[in-house]
């Protein structure tokens, strides 16, 4: 038995047995119940034996691993005879468990928790399971059916064809045939005109709702089907093929707390399929909830900000990394998802062009630009031998290796902490060469000490690598070496770099903190359901600390600060009559597109940060005129709420 060698025990059975039970028969018994408790593994033991001349009694206890109902142990006893001077068994389905009977068999109940909620910092739900009202047809009770199809087509907006379709291949004319949804409030509206349609049968359900819409599509995500792959592997936990499951987001990222542990019974049925008795069972684990750092006004306000343009926005509380607002467009309605999407609205999404199911913020890996450039920065005041009051010369071009690179303006001398305000080119390409004499990879090593180039870990599935390029990246991408224009260009936050938003906020509140990368994070609490069981809070994780003394440090956040200051800050007219300094950085992000991607990161208070906003406008232009709009009136919106 414990070998699944069911040919041979069947040869053990005294003949009258193997008479009364085929041994196709006798073998499914077994594979049956091994299948249906999801067996790992049989571990029969002899306790006694008992000979009486021709007969014997075996006493025996088996343990059963079960992935279904956990490991369960029974006693019983096997009645031995001999038939041709050779020791048969005498068998029945007692001997698989000692409460079955013939014609009995074994199935697995499961008892499904509801699923937990997701809410905001303040209690607001962003996830939750509401009663909404499924519309059916009983073809058996329909009397006219002219008036029903015009009845139900009004009701769910449905052309009568669609609808008629769901319940015409009923397998049987008695049975209930779902043939749409409806909220609680439209069914009272519409409740006395249903009522009196034979055939028209309403029942409650729970279903996944999202109140906010598309709002937090991309961090709460959605529910699906389970596919097949995922079935094979949760089928174990209880999950069924017609379960809806998380697939993006937060559903997914939280998975196990948000369904809890399905319970099992393992129940022997009677031939006329009554519960005979439950054989073992695991009891269900509540769902749990989940609480988030996300604030629910302020992500209004940034998707407000952003509009109906591409790109994403991040807002990060550099002090411990949890995410205080994070926005995607386009987006999409996780509601439409939650009783299963249809092929209409499915085809439409995986089709745009724009990729609304991508989360822009973490999964999109956009160029730089300027932004990148108080990594130059660093690497060149820890690596090159530069100081903060450096100088240098702009005259709008800049040449060297037999090339010129071109400057957006004339910046005569400036030193290197107006370099950063003004963000002139000329200085970072003199950065860039020196990097490359002094180290070809000096400044590919600062950035990934400053997060880049890897996952960030935050709490949510798909997140981008991003790229870092290097000389051993660019030998095995393309075959060659890293030369000094790489350098060069890397200086500026062009060439080969790609980074994702959520990144360039987390390097800012690095910079903004004093040096602290910490591992962002939208998960705040995980709430225990009963008493005697641990919450589950989520600590500020400290991933790394920036390779740049505190000097240095501090004269970088000076030329952040002047970026938003006059006479030189790229970005002073955008936040002029701000009642806090700010600091931060513009980017305009050349690509493959004839516009630039528009960037702008930065802080606020500049003197005691406790805020970083990071945003990218997809190819709309200078990262002051579209991008820098956006973070001020994220800003002014926090200001508002603080």
């Known amino acids: 038995w414990s070998q699944a060698r069911y040919a041979d025990m069947y040869r053990l059975l005294l003949p009258d047995d193997q008479a009364a039970y085929a041994e196709d028969a006798f073998t499914s018994a077994y594979r049956d119940f091994a299948s249906a408790a999801k067996l790992t593994a049989v571990t029969p033991q002899v306790i006694s034996l008992l000979v009486d001349k021709d007969q014997a009694r075996a006493r025996f206890r088996v343990a059963y691993s079960s992935q279904t109902v956990g490991d369960f142990e029974?006693?019983?006893?096997?009645?031995?005879?001999?038939?041709?001077?050779?020791?048969?068994?005498?068998?029945?389905?007692?001997?698989?468990?000692?409460?079955?009977?013939?014609?009995?068999?074994?199935?697995?109940?499961?008892?499904?928790?509801?699923?937990?909620?997701?809410?905001?910092?303040?209690?607001?739900?962003?996830?939750?399971?509401?009663?909404?009202?499924?519309?059916?047809?009983?073809?058996?009770?329909?009397?006219?059916?002219r008036t029903l199809l015009a009845t139900l087509s009004k009701v769910l907006g449905q052309p009568p064809s669609a609808i008629q379709e769901k319940y015409k291949n009923a397998a049987r004319a008695d049975w209930f045939m779902p043939v749409g949804d409806i909220s609680s409030e439209q069914a009272r509206a519409f409740?006395?005109?249903?009522?009196?349609?034979?055939?028209?049968?309403?029942?409650?359900?729970?279903?996944?709702?999202?109140?906010?819409g598309a709002l937090f599509a991309h961090v709460v995500g959605y529910l699906g089907r389970i596919s097949e792959d995922e079935l094979r592997?949760?089928?174990?936990?209880?999950?069924?093929?017609?379960?809806?499951?998380?697939?993006?987001?937060?559903?997914?990222w939280a998975e196990s707390y948000l369904a809890g542990q399905r319970g099992a019974q393992l129940v022997i049925l009677t031939k006329d399929g009554q519960v005979r008795t439950i054989a073992a069972q695991r009891p269900a684990l509540h769902s749990r909830n989940v609480i988030v750092t996300l604030n629910t006004a302020l992500q209004q306000a940034a998707a407000e900000a952003l509009g109906d343009r591409q790109g994403a926005i991040v807002a990060l509380d550099p002090r411990d990394g949890s995410v205080l607002a994070m926005v995607s467009y386009p987006a999409?309605?996780?509601?439409?998802?939650a009783a299963g999407v249809s092929a209409t609205v499915w085809s439409a999404l995986a089709s745009d062009a724009r990729k609304p199911l991508l989360n822009r913020a973490t999964q999109a890996v956009y160029p730089a630009g300027s932004i990148f450039k108080v990594v130059t920065m660093a690497a060149a005041l820890e690596n090159a031998g530069f100081t903060p009051a450096s100088t240098f010369t702009c005259?709008?071009?800049?040449?060297?290796y037999n090339r010129t690179w071109k400057c957006y303006g004339v910046h005569g001398t400036l030193d290197l902490v107006r370099g950063l305000t003004q963000s002139c080119d000329v200085v970072f390409y003199t950065l860039g060469k020196a990097l490359y004499e002094a180290d070809p990879n000096a400044l590919s090593r600062m950035a990934r000490a400053f997060g880049l180039g890897a996952p960030t870990g935050i709490d949510l599935i798909g997140e981008a690598t991003g790229l870092v390029p290097d000389d051993a990246w660019k030998q095995r991408a393309r075959g060659e070496p890293w030369y000094p224009g790489d350098s060069i260009n890397l200086a500026i936050g062009q060439g080969d770099l790609l980074v994702t938003p959520l990144q360039i906020a987390a390097l800012y509140a690095a910079i903004a903190n004093g040096g602290t990368l910490y591992r962002p994070h939208v998960v705040a609490e995980i709430p225990a359901w009963t008493?005697?069981?641990?919450?589950?809070?989520?600590?500020?994780?400290?991933?790394?600390?920036?390779?740049?003394?505190?000097?240095?440090?501090?004269a970088i956040r000076r030329g952040l600060e002047g970026?938003?200051?006059?006479?030189?800050?790229?970005?002073?007219?955008?936040?002029?009559?701000?009642?806090?300094?700010?600091?931060?950085?513009?980017?305009?992000?050349?690509?493959?597109?004839?516009?630039p991607h528009s960037w702008w990161v930065g802080y606020a208070p500049a003197d005691n940060p406790e805020i970083v906003v990071a945003a990218v406008v997809e190819n709309v232009g200078e990262g002051s005129r579209y991008a820098a709009p956006v973070v001020r009136q994220v800003l002014e919106a926090w200001l508002r709420l603080r």
């Open 74 to 145: 029974r006693e019983n006893v096997l009645t031995l005879a001999l038939a041709a001077n050779e020791w048969r068994v005498r068998w029945s389905p007692a001997a698989i468990l000692p409460e079955m009977q013939p014609g009995d068999t074994v199935h697995v109940l499961y008892q499904a928790s509801v699923r937990g909620n997701i809410y905001d910092r303040a209690g607001h739900a962003l996830a939750a399971q509401d009663t909404y009202v499924t519309v059916g047809v009983v073809p058996a009770l329909i009397q006219d059916e």
């Open 191 to 212: 409740y006395d005109e249903l009522r009196v349609v034979p055939g028209v049968e309403l029942r409650e359900t729970l279903r996944r709702a999202y109140p906010d």
């Open 233 to 252: 592997t949760l089928h174990a936990k209880g999950y069924q093929s017609d379960d809806f499951i998380g697939k993006s987001g937060l559903e997914a």
């Open 332 to 337: 999409f309605d996780p509601n439409d998802f």
């Open 395 to 400: 005259t709008g071009a800049w040449s060297a």
């Open 531 to 554: 008493e005697g069981e641990p919450d589950i809070r989520i600590q500020p994780e400290v991933i790394g600390r920036l390779p740049v003394s505190a000097e240095h440090l501090a």
């Open 563 to 595: 970026v938003t200051q006059p006479p030189y800050g790229t970005s002073w007219r955008v936040f002029q009559g701000m009642p806090v300094s700010v600091a931060g950085k513009s980017g305009t992000a050349e690509n493959i597109y004839e516009l």
